[in-house]
């Protein structure tokens, strides 16, 4: 095996069952070893390195700062599989949500959380695909009675369809206690995408929760842009004049004056009426999302900046980096084991002996 210290090697008992049924290595399991010939010390720091930076980089990290050559295949092949080992442990408590199992809060609960969702392109597969990430997040009361963000965020990053996405979510939403009796305040925050708000509720809400929906506000400032843009479209000043004290009072006095600047708009031309019209439906349908006057006065965030890093932190700095290309399961196993290095659960993760948990098909027993 090649460990920290270098190579040496190790004995154990090795049994094979006669009827062709399989084969085992007890010791394995209870030393922690997978079905690579690293040891647990040497693979948790090289799956370090490679959660952070491309496999033949994290390689020739490995050889520079421990003296020890693992090449960039092996370290692909070592970190994909312990990831998947994450990612089997999330693919559980997406079955047991689908089943109707609501998973237990690791504390008693906190008074409110925040869900925010977002998505990111990743090239898996030889054609680009929406990753989808979300992000939980506690919230509790301060001394004034307002809303404050409350210890880390809770990442989550799923490249399948938008039902079993909404199932991981959930169930690291029930994680941090969405569930439990104290959290009365759901908070969803998101941009503009339909999706995002017509499948939330279906996951969050119930007696006793009350389900805030808050527009990320750049969000809503985009399509004030377009607008002004579409109708004044040879005057940059006339176009910024108009939209410039619109954006200003947006967070101030809410959707209203917004929505009556774009009723009084006469278009003279049919691209910019398309256009307005556009945005007159979007206002329309995102009103009730855009109190941002109230929403600052409980503290609660206007702005999704929280997703939006994780996006760019939590996954496309490490699988979205120029030539890059992945199959769906690798680039998945990677994300998740980055997302769970990021809500701080690393330690907890190798303390339960991921690689032990690898066990390669050919020596799983039929019987």
Do not use: N
């Not at 209870?30 to 040891?39: I, K, N, S």
């Not at 559980?92 to 008693?108: F, I, L, N, R």
């Not at 906190?110 to 989808?132: I, N, Q, S």
């Not at 256009?275 to 006065?297: C, G, K, L, N």
Request: proline share 7%; aromatic share 8%; net charge neutral.
């Amino acid at each position: 095996m090649t460990g920290i210290f270098g190579d040496y090697t190790l004995e154990r008992p090795y049994y094979v069952c006669p009827a062709g049924h399989g084969s085992a290595t007890p010791a394995d399991a209870a030393w922690g070893l997978g079905p690579e010939r690293v040891t647990p010390a040497l693979a948790e720091r090289v799956c370090r390195l490679a959660v952070e930076t491309p496999f033949d980089r994290g390689a020739a990290l490995v050889q520079a700062l421990l003296g020890v050559a693992v090449d960039g295949e092996t370290l692909r092949r070592l970190v994909e599989g312990v990831g998947q080992v994450a990612e089997d442990a999330e693919q559980a408590a997406q079955a047991a949500v689908a089943a109707g199992w609501v998973p237990a809060p690791t504390g008693s609960g906190p008074a409110g959380l925040m869900v925010a969702v977002d998505g990111a392109m990743v090239h898996t597969d030889g054609a680009w695909h929406e990753a989808k990430v979300g992000v939980c997040q506690a919230l509790g009361r301060t001394r004034t009675g307002t809303w404050a963000r409350q210890g880390d965020p809770d990442y989550c990053v799923g490249l399948e369809a938008r039902p079993a996405f909404w199932q991981r979510l959930y169930a690291h939403a029930a994680a941090q206690g969405v569930e439990s009796r104290p959290c009365q305040l759901i908070v969803l925050l998101g941009d503009g995408a339909h999706w995002i708000w017509d499948e939330a509720r279906t996951y969050f809400g119930g007696p006793g929760k009350q389900v805030i929906e808050i527009l990320d506000f750049y969000h809503a400032a985009e399509p004030v842009g377009a607008v002004a843009h579409a109708v004044f479209p040879e005057d940059a000043e006339a176009a910024a004049a108009w939209a410039r004290p619109l954006l200003a009072i947006l967070p101030e006095q809410g959707p209203g004056p917004l929505q009556a600047a774009l009723a009084a708009l006469a278009p003279s031309d049919a691209t910019a009426a398309a256009v307005v019209h556009r945005e007159r439906a979007y206002f329309a349908y995102h009103a009730d999302r855009m109190d941002y006057p109230a929403y600052q006065r409980q503290g609660l965030p206007i702005g999704s900046g929280t997703v939006e890093s994780a996006c760019k932190v939590v996954l496309k700095q490490r699988v979205s980096q120029g030539g890059m290309r992945w199959t769906a399961r690798g680039a998945q196993a990677v994300a998740t084991l980055r997302a769970w290095h990021r809500a701080g659960r690393w330690a907890a993760f190798w303390a339960s002996r991921p690689l032990a948990q690898r066990v390669p098909p050919r020596r799983r027993c039929a019987a």
